[in-house]
């Protein structure tokens, strides 16, 4: 019990040990680790100054480069529709720490003139719609663009150049576009796809144009057609588009606008009741996108929802996914139509879609704002960030060296402490080899209790065979017991041969008692067909008589062997005071020869 208290205690040591081990092995990797860095941060801050020379270098270099590439641009852009126009000049600053745009034109004398205020609406026209195609691209959205009389402050005779310009810019962007205009576009160009107002409001409009669906691949981006039931003037009408320019053309006031309208509906939620055509009870704007599928958009008035936007599989079903069903009721577009087609305001301005009163695009915003929409200035945006960052990290390095270097005093002092572990672990090694000794010496103790308890046992055994020795000499020679044993043999041949004389008498009896029975039968015998059967009867009883006169003699002579023996295992016995001359166990002359009754009589006396 005291060895294994002793050796649980040695345990417990041990596992106190390895536990100081692996703090201090914890507090030796923490330390290295704060030590590097630390050595990592006094590196980034000894060459401070020079990372923030460098990142401001880079910033000029990086604005420098996209003003004159913008500069260009829309430079060229003028130049092909407005010839002799002034060139484009863009100021690029920082209004709070935001980039900021100005967008001039410069005289010669090399002054600015602001574009909105200063000069007239034709150069607004042509910048406005070649920032919208900037902006598109730029700003990360599909690649749409709707104008809605966008040439309409142009003079007639550059009209065409106007077009040219939109259509080689959407052709080089891939941007999808559709112009609304009043002038008669076909003979500018063959390439655009011309669709034409057919019609009076009062009697209803319809569209004519061509089918543009084989030019479209299935799983292409973009508006396949668009289609108004009971929309204004039209009582059901399609406009197919193609992938490129497409144009609507028409006199005014006849509806071309409506399709504005419609596509503002649906993706900028802009409906009202008035969008429904007279005597409707709804309003639906259909439009053909990927994957044959049909985007629609409900208008009901005095009903709720007021609007429905829906999703729907070529064969008319409503998609459905296993997070969602794509039907949605209210006023606000459903986030899953911007996440799907991406025609979106951008900082809250109508990119996509040019409304027809408001043609002028970005040129009356803050100066700010237009840096953010067309992304001029995101990459010196960008390094300003990084400045930041350096200026944060070099913050935060002052404070790792500050407090690191406090916590790495305080570790090293810590470990000092550790310093004892090496004496008490050699401690510990000679306490287990002291607790190894002991255990052994233990086993050796139990391994001598156990001999002892055999050597007891086999003492015990050795007395018990000194006594039948001692009981056991005085015995006769071995020929007395084979005589005794034939003897014994003899008197149950004898006690056999009894039971079959008990048997045979008992037989004799039954024939006697039958014989008897014969005897009352008359004398005279009737005569027999057969008498052999009676006769085989007589030598029966016949033989059974003899065998029992001689039975009887045996028996009588067994008998007489059976008295001599038994006298003579009685004076045995008697010469050995009673006991078994081979166990020692008291018996009589009728046990002598029973060992099982002289081994119960053994355990009975031990």
């Not at 100005?102 to 042509?126: Q, Y």
Request: glycine share 8%; net charge neutral.
């Amino acid at each position: 019990m005291e060895h294994g208290d002793s050796n649980h205690q040695v345990i417990r040591a041990a596992a106190a040990l390895a536990r100081l081990e692996g703090r201090r092995d914890a507090l030796k990797v923490r330390a290295g680790e704060l030590t590097r860095d630390i050595e990592l941060a006094k590196g980034r801050l000894a060459v401070k100054d020079e990372v923030e020379g460098f990142i401001e270098a880079v910033h000029g270099s990086a604005s420098r480069r996209n003003v004159a590439a913008f500069e260009t641009l829309l430079t060229a852009l003028v130049q092909e529709v407005l010839p002799g126009e002034k060139p484009v000049a863009l100021d690029l600053s920082t209004e709070r720490g935001l980039a900021a745009l100005d967008i001039c034109v410069k005289r010669p004398d090399g002054s600015m003139e602001d574009v909105l205020e200063d000069n007239g609406g034709a150069l607004t026209n042509v910048i406005g719609m070649a920032l919208r195609l900037i902006a598109v691209v730029k700003a990360d959205v599909a690649r749409f663009l709707a104008l809605d009389e966008a040439d309409c402050w142009i003079a007639p005779e550059r009209v065409a150049a106007f077009y040219r310009v939109l259509e080689d810019g959407a052709a080089r962007l891939g941007v999808q576009c559709l112009a609304v205009s009043h002038h008669d576009l076909a003979q500018f160009s063959g390439q655009f796809h011309i669709a034409r107002i057919a019609g009076e409001p009062s009697a209803g409009v319809t569209i004519q144009s061509a089918d543009c669906s084989a030019a479209w691949d299935d799983a292409a981006p973009g508006l396949r057609f668009i289609r108004l039931v009971n929309v204004q003037a039209y009582e059901d009408a399609t406009l197919p588009l193609g992938p490129g320019v497409n144009a609507l053309i028409g006199p005014n006031n006849r509806g071309k606008s409506t399709f504005i309208r419609a596509l503002r509906a649906v993706f900028y939620g802009e409906a009202r009741d008035s969008l429904v055509r007279a005597g409707a009870r709804a309003a639906t704007v259909e439009i053909g996108v990927a994957g044959k599928r049909t985007l629609r958009f409900t208008r009901q008035p005095r009903r709720t929802p007021v609007n429905i936007w829906s999703l729907h599989e070529p064969d008319g079903s409503i998609v459905e996914t296993a997070s969602m069903r794509y039907e949605t009721g209210g006023r606000s577009v459903p986030d899953w139509v911007g996440e799907l087609f991406r025609i979106t305001k951008v900082e809250d301005l109508d990119v996509h879609i040019a409304h027809q009163k408001f043609p002028v695009f970005l040129l009356g915003e803050p100066a700010s704002r237009r840096s953010a929409v067309l992304s001029i200035g995101q990459e010196a945006s960008y390094i300003r960030d990084m400045l930041v960052i350096h200026r944060e990290r070099c913050a935060r390095d002052n404070a790792l060296v500050r407090n690191g270097e406090r916590e790495l005093i305080a570790l090293r002092e810590e470990l000092d402490g550790f310093g004892v572990l090496a004496a008490l672990k050699d401690d510990l090694g000679r306490a287990h080899e002291r607790a190894a000794e002991i255990a052994a010496t233990e086993r050796r103790l139990r391994s001598l209790q156990n001999t002892h308890d055999l050597l007891q046992s086999l003492a015990s055994r050795v007395r018990r065979a000194q006594a039948r020795a001692d009981a056991t000499a005085d015995l006769p020679e071995p020929q007395s017991f084979v005589a005794l044993a034939g003897a014994l043999q003899r008197v149950r041949e004898r006690e056999r041969i009894g039971r079959g004389l008990l048997e045979t008498s008992a037989r004799l009896r039954d024939a006697q008692a039958r014989l008897a029975s014969l005897r009352l039968l008359p004398e005279t015998t009737p005569a027999l067909e057969n008498p052999m059967p009676a006769q085989n009867i007589l030598k029966r009883m016949i033989d059974i008589r003899n065998a029992k006169a001689q039975a009887e003699e045996r028996m009588m002579k067994m008998d007489a062997q059976a008295r001599a023996l038994r006298d003579e295992m009685a004076d045995l016995v008697a010469s050995h005071g009673g006991l078994c001359p081979t166990c020692g166990s008291p018996v009589t002359a009728d046990t002598l020869l029973d060992h099982q009754a002289h081994g119960a009589m053994e355990r009975l006396t031990a």
